[in-house]
């Protein structure tokens, strides 16, 4: 975990589907988002799954490079900007909650993973990092949400669902890429032009080497 290893075409991909489609190699850098149940209104999320749906048909996998960011720019890149809409309860707005959430993320780095950017907005997490190739992704992932929804409900003294069941995570692909990816979440709480306190920023000494606010969608 202490060199940066992107996304190799030649090497073994794992692919899964769920509810999205998740790509996976072992000890690669990810940036993942992560958001609470209620952060994207229903009407809106039927109809990203319509459109989803005819889209997957006319591109069955396994993707290319090429046919992967045009997924990513179709569907991800709507889910990002709902989400920093600010639908929903948004209760990481709340100070204590968005600690626990970014406690969380920080409390296995340098085990199971190298953390190297996080940013906890109001209804959603963005996270930049290097994987533990002997800790898959979708249990680190899980990890991190039931003990950030277990203390959250216990905190609020609320009961029920707190995240989406599924997560968004892109391989990054290369050095352009990651750069982009550290710019992004630095720059996320600007855009919907959050205070101090409405959101938790982490940059890793390696993050914060990295010059520059403006950032396209990571995943273009």
Not at 101 to 110: A, I, Q, Y
Request: one cysteine or more; proline letters at 6%; charged letters at 25%.
């Amino acid at each position: 975990m202490n060199e940066l290893r992107f996304f190799n075409p030649h090497a073994e991909i794992q692919h899964s589907e769920n509810v999205l489609p998740h790509w996976q190699q072992a000890g690669a850098v990810y940036f993942v988002t992560f958001r609470l149940a209620d952060a994207i209104p229903t009407k809106l999320r039927n109809q990203w799954r319509e459109e989803r749906e005819i889209w997957l048909q006319l591109h069955p996998y396994p993707w290319t490079p090429d046919v992967e960011q045009e997924y990513h720019k179709r569907f991800s890149a709507a889910i990002e900007r709902w989400l920093d809409a600010g639908y929903g309860s948004c209760i990481l707005r709340q100070p204590e909650c968005a600690k626990i959430v970014d406690e969380t993320l920080r409390h296995f780095d340098g085990e199971r993973l190298s953390l190297i950017s996080s940013v906890v907005m109001p209804n959603h997490v963005h996270v930049l990092f290097v994987q533990n190739p002997e800790f898959p992704l979708e249990k680190l992932i899980l990890s991190w949400k039931t003990f950030a929804a277990r203390t959250i409900n216990k905190l609020l003294a609320r009961s029920g669902t707190l995240w989406q069941r599924s997560y968004f995570d892109r391989l990054v692909r290369d050095g352009q890429h990651f750069r982009s990816c550290v710019r992004y979440i630095r720059r996320n709480p600007q855009k919907p032009r959050l205070r101090t306190g409405d959101y938790i920023l982490y940059e890793s000494d390696l993050a914060q080497q990295i010059q520059g606010t403006n950032a396209s969608q990571p995943s273009t």
